[in-house]
T-cell receptor, first 113, second 113 residues
Framework: NAGVMQNPRHLVRRRGQEARLRCSPM?????VYWYRQLPEEGLKFMVY????????ESGMPKERFSAEFPKEGPSILRIQQVVRGDSAAYFCASSLSAGEKLFFGSGTQLSVL | DQQVKQNSPSLSVQEGRISILNCDYTNSMFDYFLWYKKYPAEGPTFLIS?????DKNEDGRFTVFLNKSAKHLSLHIVPSQPGDSAVYFCAANPTGGGNKLTFGTGTQLKVEL
């Protein structure tokens, strides 16, 4: 029973490029959350999605960031025109339903040169 | 505004002794609290939780205490084992918050032989 799968594990981008981070939730989970951990900080909520719907995106930066969770395939966190300040660990988590326990993936470490 | 605070970035304890990790919060709307454990290059894993209607919850070697009036919680690990060496995050959730957790900055626990 595979856990939450994130890829890539490490992603290096130059300033101005696009970053795409993928997350496959645990089998049977339809609720996906993205969190970001900046250096020396705790994880911060970004967005909550349920199949094909964005439920809460109150933690997403207003520009350049978007997320989707299509009917088929993984959830994608997309960052356009990356800047150095986007360098962080991005964690995806999934749950069976809204209030159920969260299971986290191993994260994607984004480095912007 | 850091609503969940872990003021000790690191803690070193001898094997077999008790580890006490502390967490303070400021938001009175928080009513559910969780502790996560994180090893390097892995995602956080759920450890133990407590609802605001309780003041103690125990699971094996792990006990969480909640003092609502002081807005303080602590995680006790006894006896501590070398495998407990990890970063421990305190997280909080308001009523109806689903899994939109607010995390502290973490405490690095090192259990020495």
């Amino acid at each position: 029973n595979a856990g939450v799968m994130q890829n890539p594990r490490h992603l290096v981008r130059r300033r101005g490029q696009e970053a795409r981070l993928r997350c496959s939730p645990m089998k049977g989970h339809s609720h996906v959350y993205w969190y970001r951990q900046l250096p020396e900080e705790g994880l911060k909520f970004m967005v909550y999605l349920q199949k094909e719907n964005i439920i809460d995106e109150s933690g997403m930066p207003k520009e350049r960031f978007s997320a989707e969770f299509p009917k088929e395939g993984p959830s994608i966190l997309r960052i356009q025109q990356v800047v150095r300040g986007d360098s962080a660990a991005y964690f995806c988590a999934s749950s069976l339903s809204a209030g159920e326990k969260l299971f986290f993936g191993s994260g994607t470490q984004l480095s912007v040169l | 505004d850091q609503q969940v605070k872990q003021n000790s970035p690191s803690l070193s304890v001898q094997e077999g002794r008790i580890s006490i990790l502390n967490c303070d919060y400021t938001n009175s709307m928080f009513d559910y609290f969780l502790w996560y454990k994180k090893y390097p290059a892995e995602g956080p894993t759920f450890l133990i939780s407590i609802s605001s209607i309780k003041d103690k919850n125990e699971d094996g070697r792990f006990t969480v205490f909640l003092n609502k009036s002081a807005k303080h919680l602590s995680l006790h690990i006894v006896p501590s084992q070398p495998g407990d060496s990890a970063v421990y995050f305190c997280a909080a959730n308001p009523t109806g918050g689903g899994n939109k957790l607010t995390f502290g900055t973490g405490t690095q626990l090192k259990v020495e032989l």
